[in-house]
């Protein structure tokens, strides 16, 4: 049985309105295909598996876009900056988390207005990281 839609596309959040759960995991998924091959990023994961790294994203875009709050309820207040310290991320780490998520983001085939809001946020997020000249 198909789900209903609740109300209208106004009351929905930024997680229904682009397919909730399954696009998230599908963009985390495709970001961490990159990532698993690139020389300056995967490092920065000192997990074996990606997976655990790749659980948490999702987790964490699901609940900033108007998902369910598991993040929150496993791993408290997300700390962005603070959970990154210990790497060290510059222009070059940025510019390549970027070409990754661009990459997954395009592959998502989202509506231009949702793909343009995601994307501003992505970029913003990225450039917050940087906490290494260079």
Known sequence: MNEIPRG????QTFYEQVGGEDTFRRLVRRF?????EDPLLRPMYPEEDLGPAEERFALFLMQYWGGP????????HPRLRM????????????????RHM?????????????EAQL??????AAASMINTAG
């Open 119 to 124: 994307w501003k946020y992505l970029t913003y």
């Open 32 to 36: 961490y295909e990159g990532v698993a």
């Open 69 to 76: 709050t598991t993040y929150s309820r496993h791993r408290g």
């Open 83 to 98: 959970r990154h310290a210990p790497f060290q991320v510059d222009s070059a780490a940025h510019d390549a988390w970027l």
């Open 8 to 11: 209208t596309l106004d009351e």
């Open 102 to 114: 661009r990459v997954a983001l395009d592959e998502l085939g989202l509506a231009p207005e949702h």
